[in-house]
């Protein structure tokens, strides 16, 4: 299925001006719901989503997250099953947020760098979305989530700007736009636009920050999945 970039001119998204981009470049394949989608810190970790559950309409995703060190080659499966609220069935996205990174002096006189990151995942199922923050690959610990859900079917992908905003695609039922505290992690739980019908597109699986300003959502070239 090809996807491209769609570009709109929205200069009245609330006061975010967020500017969504066009092109005609072709896109990678959005994975199938519950499949594992994966996204990769500047610093060589990496988190993904995973399989869960498969029933006669779709998979679902599952409710751990891997953590990945690319430096070396540690993997680590998170499970939060008893931390996540009962409307959670399971994540099939998952993108980050890196801070500043800071540095401190450690016991034997050298400097450390350390780097916050913040992890965000989204329930395609339920519309809801968890943060979690990420320290290394051994360490991932769960935020919290939203109440209040926004379009996310049949497919939905998320993105931050690294500067307090998150951007649902919404699949066919708009896209919508959360804040986020960076040092903290803690998504607001009421999202500052919420299905935002962009035009006269099928939907939108896919969302990608091409700067802090703009987005490009991947659609069908044949307008519908």
Request: aromatic share 6%.
């Amino acid at each position: 299925m090809t996807k491209f970039l769609q570009r709109y001119n929205i200069l009245r998204l609330l006061l975010l001006n967020i500017t969504l981009v066009q092109s005609q470049r072709p896109r990678r394949r959005q994975q199938q719901q519950g499949g594992r989608n994966i996204v990769i810190s500047s610093t060589g970790l990496a988190v993904a989503t995973t399989l869960g559950r498969v029933t006669r309409s779709s998979i679902v995703g599952g409710t751990s997250l891997v953590t990945f060190d690319v430096r070396t080659g540690i993997e680590r499966s998170h499970s939060f099953d008893n931390v996540l609220p009962s409307g959670i069935q399971g994540f099939d996205d998952v993108a980050i947020s890196e801070g500043t990174a800071t540095s401190s002096t450690g016991r034997n006189g050298r400097r450390r760098n350390k780097s916050s990151i913040k992890v965000f995942a989204i329930d395609a199922n339920s519309g809801l979305l968890c943060s979690f923050n990420l320290r290394n690959v051994n360490s991932l610990s769960f935020i919290g989530c939203t109440t209040r859900s926004v379009a996310s079917q049949p497919f939905v992908g998320i993105d931050t700007n690294n500067e307090g905003t998150l951007v649902v695609s919404g699949g066919t039922g708009g896209a919508s736009v959360f804040s986020y505290n960076t040092n903290t992690g803690v998504l607001d739980n009421t999202p500052s636009i919420r299905n935002r019908e962009l035009g006269d597109d099928i939907g939108y699986p896919s969302v990608t920050f091409v700067n802090s300003d703009e987005v490009a959502f991947g659609t069908d070239a044949n307008r519908g999945f």
